[in-house]
């Protein structure tokens, strides 16, 4: 903005004189508007605009000094401002403190900027006003919700103020929040004053008014904190949603079309007595990407098993895959109830089968046999890893429910320290 | 980095890794017994391999 | 028309016609127009120092009219002081830049013929429905006139006392009604923000 310095000298043009009660220098900057200074050194309030400077009021003498001293200029939301008023106020019924620093700028007005528990806001003045109904606000189209309700004390002042400010002042005030924003109201007995807070990270504040001391921790959360939006949460849901079609369809498109194909089967018996030799198959050839191969064994084995040696043979490297196989099944009749365990069919899957030319050679094994079985062996290949698709879906659905629980425990934590909390994020008793 | 556009990121990954997988036959959880080494013998799991 | 200053006999110009007073730039006199030219009322005093960036001769826009303020009250109550500028609108309109506790507000004498409540009937809350607005008292002050500067649209004798009820709008719309003596005068307009005013020729500020 044109004649606005950033490191100017604070104030060169302000007005100074001595404190009535102790002589320390005090500084009026904001001339014309300032009506009392609060001197740092012994808590009097001074009338700033009659010449007599009178004490107004005393404060108690023990006083915290501001984090961002009184006269610290910085350039804040696009314009320059001058720190030249800080006050302490505490609520009356939980004695929680706050400290707040009123900004000057002689075009644009005052603004303030506050810090409690460690969380800033930058508040600027509401001319528009608010209109209360029940536990919402309404202001120019938005909506709040009731968050605080209580009275405001003054606990300490120094600097200057544009109303005659004492320690001990009252206001009854209203918080509606919707993060990030808080519309409050403070009332007196005759009139209403409306704001609109903004929640603003302590790094920007400690940039602008070049604060060099560590800026305090923030606790908990404060009540226009900005979390993870409810509009930011629909969106990952709606993300969420896309990317289940999305999965889909690549998975359609990456799984075999044809679904699984027989390309060797042998069928045969195993008698009583008779030696048992390996079996080598005709060489089968696999086409096309890896895939799944299943290898399906079913042998009428009744109380008893039969097992497979199986190697299969890639035909070109000359090298065996060697995996075992079998079925068991047994039943009976006990107690006057039929059992059975294990089962006549059985698959066994290989994955990630390169194409070639394969064969299977396959010894199987059994007890001493007293009635022949019948067995089949099948070698089936591809067929769609629906497994993959819905780990796929279980790996998506993670993120959105991880969101979910992180802003429920966030919004219970926002709410804790409101008597107006939503049933939903109240403390369990 | 927002935490939705890390989703957008990981969710890329998921559907990469699908397709990784479902081109190169590989089963990545259950449904499958053992993964095929064309260097010889059983990768993962399976039965007892003497 | 130039006239001559019965007091020291500088050369008095008025720049709007709905003028009637002006302090004389040279001997600070409140001289007031009327039929048989001006009369001297009295020595205005120097305004105390304020931090105000507007000045006699500032310029701006505002609703697609150009204004140069030409003169300004500076008006105290109990809690404090602000200034009303006299905005003089091209389209020959009668405006007020008021300046208050860092707000600015811009309104226009309302020559409508609704006549408004009397100041019995006015208290903070109290709503006023005017021109389909509907206006609710922000507060009401017993103001005087500390001093002025420049020509204004009324006789801003120092010591001129009156009671300012404001009443505002959810919309950002302001209204002031102005009892004083037997008068009573009703300004309408809004809220504003010094960057949406187009202003130039602005008061130097040490500083700033």
């Given amino acids: 903005m044109a004649g606005e310095q950033t490191a100017g000298p604070a104030g060169s043009k302000a007005k100074v004189f001595n404190c009535t009660n102790c002589g320390a220098p005090l500084r009026v900057q904001a001339l014309g508007q300032t009506l009392v200074v609060a001197c740092a050194s012994c808590a009097s309030v001074i009338d700033a605009q009659d010449e007599r400077h009178q004490v107004l009021s005393k404060g108690a003498r023990l006083q915290a000094m501001p984090l961002i001293p009184i006269g610290t200029r910085g350039q804040f939301r696009g314009h320059l401002w001058e720190v030249i008023g800080y006050m302490v106020r505490y609520d009356k019924a939980s004695d929680y403190d706050w400290r707040e620093y009123l900004l000057f700028n002689p075009r644009q007005g005052f603004r303030w900027l506050t810090e409690a528990d460690g969380h800033w806001s930058y508040v600027v003045p509401v001319h528009t006003k608010g209109q209360v109904l029940g536990d919402t606000a309404t202001s120019l189209n938005q909506s709040y919700k009731l968050f605080h309700k209580g009275t405001a004390i003054v606990s300490q002042v120094i600097g200057e103020f544009y109303w005659r400010v004492k320690t001990g002042d009252a206001v009854q005030v209203q918080d509606f929040i919707r993060p990030p924003e808080v519309l409050s109201v403070e009332k007196t007995t005759d009139e209403q004053t409306w704001s609109l807070s903004t929640y603003v990270e302590p790094s920007e504040i400690a940039t602008a008014f070049k604060v060099t001391q560590t800026m305090p921790w923030r606790k908990g959360v404060a009540p226009n904190q900005p979390g993870y939006t409810p509009e930011a949460h629909m969106r990952l849901w709606g993300y969420a949603g896309l990317f289940f079609f999305a999965l889909l369809i690549i998975h359609l498109m990456t799984s075999p079309i044809r679904g699984t194909k027989a390309v060797y089967q042998y069928t045969n018996f195993l008698m009583p007595g008779e030696a048992i030799v390996p079996i080598v198959s005709e060489p089968f050839t696999l086409v096309g990407s890896p895939r799944v191969l299943s290898v399906r064994m079913e042998a009428d084995v009744d109380n008893s098993w039969l097992a497979a040696e199986l190697t299969l043979f890639d035909t070109k490297t000359g090298k065996g895959f060697e995996f075992e196989h079998g079925v068991e099944y047994y039943r009976g009749y006990e107690g006057g109830e039929h059992w059975s365990e294990g089962s006549q069919v059985r698959e066994f899957s290989i994955s990630s089968v390169p194409a070639g030319t394969y064969t299977l050679t396959m010894l199987p094994k059994t007890d001493t046999l007293t009635k022949p079985i019948s067995y089949t062996i099948t070698v089936k290949s591809g067929g769609v890893i629906w497994s993959n698709f819905f780990l796929g879906l279980l790996l998506l659905a993670v993120p959105p429910l991880v969101a979910m629980w992180r802003r429920h425990r966030q919004e219970k934590k926002r709410w804790s320290q409101s008597d107006f909390a939503p049933a939903v994020y109240q403390e369990d008793e | ?50 | 028309m130039t006239y001559s200053c019965p007091a020291c006999g500088g050369d008095i110009s008025f720049k709007s016609s709905i003028s009637v007073s002006t302090v004389c730039p040279y001997c600070q006199s409140l001289l007031l127009k009327n039929d048989q030219g001006l009369e001297e009322l009295g020595k205005m005093a120097k305004l105390p120092e304020d931090l105000t960036p507007f000045q006699v001769g500032t310029r701006g826009q505002y609703g697609g009219a150009k204004f140069e303020i030409l003169g300004r009250m500076r008006i105290g109550w109990s809690d404090g002081m602000w200034n009303e500028w006299f905005a003089s609108f091209s389209d020959g309109r009668e405006g007020w830049l008021a300046e208050a506790q860092g707000a600015l507000m811009m309104s226009f004498r309302d020559t409508s013929e609704a006549s408004p409540p009397s100041l019995s009937k006015l208290f903070p809350g109290a709503a006023w429905n005017h021109d389909k607005k509907l206006y609710k008292v922000d507060d009401i002050k017993k103001a005087k006139c500390i001093g002025s500067e420049g020509e204004l649209p009324v006789a801003a004798a120092q010591g001129r006392e009156s009671t300012s009820v404001d009443l505002s709008t959810m919309n950002g719309d302001f209204a002031t009604i102005e009892f004083a003596g037997n008068q009573t005068r009703v300004f309408t307009g809004r809220y504003v923000e010094f960057d949406q005013l187009g202003l130039t020729n602005l008061r130097e500020l040490d500083g700033w």
């Fill in chain 2, 1 to 50: 980095m927002t935490f939705n556009k890390l989703f957008l990121i990981f969710g890329l990954g998921v559907c990469g890794f699908v397709a990784y997988a479902n081109l190169n036959g590989w089963a990545v959880v259950g449904g499958s017994d053992t993964r095929y080494n064309r260097a010889g013998g059983p990768v993962v799991r399976g039965f007892y391999h003497k």
